[in-house]
């Protein structure tokens, strides 16, 4: 039995299926079972993102992309929040092209109108990386950038371009509408990445070490249970947090995550995933140097 308890204030980004470790962690009673009285929420929108919010005082522990530090780092800051648990351990993204379906083939992007993610600069650092790592000219794309998801959307569907860079469920709504194929997962592509995790002030953790061992914890725990429950019962876990989605999408969505292995095992976030993502960041040209390790990681909570 847990002694005592204590409060905790916690932030996503956004709401995505890309996040189910952290759904299914509170639905689970993981942190409740080590003690935490969780207070969650999504990111206010006075702020531009987590860190944000994280550096402002209004939260305790923050879902965000290790990216946010790692260029925080490149530009100067002598500090930045430590990230402790990884969250996503592939790219949650995909390519759709425009029917009918063909033999996928890299060359295909040659001279082809691209819709890419435009709400954050990493899904597309990701997508660009794949294309040059595979041979593709990027002065050969036509892109479409800064569209709003529905706006992307519609703008695919109207013809306007050749490919379209989607997140869950946007893509499984599109595949059941038979209005595309699926050209690319980037999860596959690029591999283990350091993509998003749980973060904390460097101040939060020395003065609160026994609050976040017992989230890294709890968090192993629910970890554990979404390495082997069926998608079914996995889809029950998060439905509360989607209560404006079509249930069959959410499945397809959580299914197609689990078969590339989107999620991580254990909370611990290795220094090769890490470095995988640099790797994308300087391709990217979002930071002009690498950036230790340790200066933006700590794996106190998830050693042994």
């Known amino acids: 039995m847990v002694k005592g308890r204590y409060p905790l204030r916690l932030l996503e980004t956004f709401r995505t299926i890309f996040y189910t470790p952290i759904y299914v962690t509170l639905t689970g009673g993981y942190?409740?079972?080590?003690?935490?009285d969780v207070d969650f929420a999504t990111c206010p929108t006075r702020f531009p993102h987590p860190l944000s919010a994280l550096n402002h005082g209004a939260a305790d522990i923050v879902q965000s992309g290790i990216m946010r530090s790692i260029i925080a780092a490149d530009w100067g800051a002598e500090t930045t929040p430590r990230h402790f648990a990884e969250i996503?351990?592939?790219d949650g993204f995909f390519v759709l092209g425009q029917p009918p379906a063909e033999t996928f083939r890299w060359k295909n992007f040659e001279?082809?109108?691209i819709i890419p993610v435009g709400f954050s600069p990493m899904p597309w650092a990701s997508f660009r990386f794949a294309l040059r790592n595979h041979g593709v000219a990027l002065d050969r794309l036509t892109l479409l950038p800064e569209l709003g998801l529905t706006e992307a959307i519609d703008a695919f569907r109207n013809g306007q371009a050749d490919f379209i860079h989607l997140p869950q469920p946007a893509t499984e709504q599109l595949l059941a509408e038979g209005a595309s194929y699926l050209a690319l997962a980037l999860g596959p592509v690029n591999g283990h990445i350091a993509y998003s995790s749980f973060a904390a002030t460097n101040a939060f953790l020395q003065s609160h070490p026994d609050l976040a061992q017992r989230f890294t914890q709890g968090y192993a725990k629910a970890l554990d249970w979404l390495a082997t429950a069926p998608t079914d019962e996995i889809n029950r876990a998060v439905a509360p947090f989607f209560p404006n989605s079509d249930p069959e999408l959410i499945t397809?969505?959580?299914a197609r995550y689990q078969s590339q292995r989107t999620?991580?095992?254990t909370p611990r976030l290795g220094r090769p995933q890490y470095e995988g993502l640099q790797n994308i960041l300087m391709d990217a040209g979002l930071v002009?140097?690498?950036q230790a390790y340790e200066k933006v990681v700590t794996t106190e909570f998830t050693a042994g």
Do not use: I, Y
């Open 31 to 36: 942190l409740e079972s080590a003690g935490l």
């Open 252 to 254: 397809r969505s959580l």
């Open 288 to 290: 002009k140097e690498r």
């Open 111 to 113: 001279d082809s109108r």
């Open 263 to 265: 999620w991580p095992t």
């Open 88 to 90: 996503n351990s592939r």
